[in-house]
């Protein structure tokens, strides 16, 4: 619910196919497992959907399939991160509650225009 009210309610800023893996939940490192996903950044928020096949970007819509997750890009730190894979093109998304995503494409020109993008979006951490 609270994905698709950001979904409807926050304008759509960016969506496409990026390979992802998850390196660390909670601070704890994970098994890396690279698969491909729809990332669309939208609000404050990066949402990942799954199979790709299904979802191209003329027929993403925000009501039509179930995010697989979502991350709070508030207080985010965005890093290069080519000496973590022999992936070429990868980046470190850590949120503040340290889950740690690594996303990659083989386009330079694409995954340099994401990190852009992200980095230009991510708000203060505001505590309150
Ligand atoms: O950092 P690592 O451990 O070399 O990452 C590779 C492994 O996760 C590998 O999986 P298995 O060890 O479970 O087979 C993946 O298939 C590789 O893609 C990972 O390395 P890259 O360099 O692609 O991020």
Known sequence: INTLYVMFSQ??????????TKIAE???K???SWSPSW????GNS??????????????WRPGNSRPESSVDLRG???????DLSSKKNVFKLRTVTGNEFLL???TDSLIKEWY???QNIIPPLVLS
């Open 76 to 82: 985010a730190q965005l890093h290069w991160a080519n």
């Open 39 to 42: 990332v669309v950044l939208v």
């Open 104 to 106: 990659q494409s083989e």
């Open 116 to 118: 852009k993008t992200i």
């Open 30 to 32: 994970l098994r890396k």
């Open 46 to 59: 990066l949402v990942f959907f799954k199979d790709p096949k299904s979802q191209t970007p003329s027929s």
């Open 26 to 28: 909670g601070g704890r």
């Open 11 to 20: 304008e759509l800023e960016k969506a496409g196919l990026l390979n992802k």
